[in-house]
């Protein structure tokens, strides 16, 4: 038996491994799918194209969950550990429910699945890259500020009063906001759009700690590169010097 749990913990490895890369990238496209039609309206036969690879991509999700699920040595272990995937897998399933027919309950339904992708993304991510790099860095700032926009502009666009408008008014004010600056010109009035806001306030502040980590991380190897090329450069030094002396006469 415990053989048997080893194969598949160890071929459940392997399957995270080879599959972590592509399913960042779904789930990048997945978040991309569903925001774009907030930041560039479009065509009721686009939407329904948006909609239609949306499935598809939900649909390599469920796979990827079921086989995940299936490799698991414990099932209930896995499903706790793995709240967030099924998420991602349920969530679309509840759109055509009718307590979601309202279009603040489907704003609400679509902010919540998007956060859980990103979460997600976040996750598996951390397989492939190394989350301390200057890289990985600008790429989380660059998709919470992109989700960030993007859903903020889906509770505000056609609200009364409201001052974010365009994808550029949520743009700059998702910039600001993150970046714990807050000019105040651009500001939320509705109550999803304050509580979002909420939300990305406080990832803005972990945001931060993130990116002085990052450029810590990025100049402390830069130095320690360069102390590490002084001491070889020094030793071949000596090298040369012991190699180049004449012997001395006995």
């Given amino acids: 038996m415990s053989a048997r749990r080893f194969d598949r913990s160890d071929i459940m490895q392997r399957y995270e491994r080879m599959t972590a ?40 999700f469920a796979v990827d969950y079921v086989v995940r699920f299936a490799l ?25 429910l009718r307590v979601f027919s309202g279009l603040r309950a489907l704003r609400i339904l679509r902010a919540v699945t998007v956060l859980s992708v990103v979460a997600k993304t976040q996750r598996t991510s951390k397989k492939v890259v190394n989350p301390q790099s200057v890289g990985t860095t600008i790429l989380i700032v660059f998709v919470v500020i992109a989700v960030g926009a993007g859903l903020e502009l889906q509770f505000e666009r056609g609200a009364a009063g409201a001052n974010i408008t365009s994808f550029a008014d ?22 999803e759009g304050r509580a979002f806001a909420a939300l990305l306030m406080f990832v803005g502040i972990g945001t931060a700690s993130l ?3 990052g450029l810590t991380t990025f100049f402390v190897g830069l130095e320690a590169q360069h102390d590490t090329k002084a001491i070889l450069e020094r030793l071949e030094a000596i090298e040369r ?8 006469p006995k």
């Fill in 21 to 60: 890369v592509p399913m960042v990238v779904i789930s990048l496209v997945f978040v991309g799918l569903l925001l774009y039609p907030i930041a560039a309206p479009t065509s009721a036969a686009v939407d329904a194209d948006l909609r239609a690879i949306n499935w598809i991509l939900w649909a390599v």
């Fill in 72 to 96: 698991a040595s414990s099932k209930q272990t896995f499903v706790r550990n793995n709240l967030i995937d099924l998420a991602v897998v349920v969530l679309p399933l509840l759109a055509p």
């Fill in 170 to 191: 949520s743009l700059w004010w998702a910039v600001s906001t993150v970046t714990t600056v807050g000019y105040g010109d651009k500001y939320p009035v509705t109550m």
């Fill in 211 to 213: 990116i002085a980590a």
């Fill in 241 to 248: 010097a012991l190699t180049l002396r004449p012997e001395q």
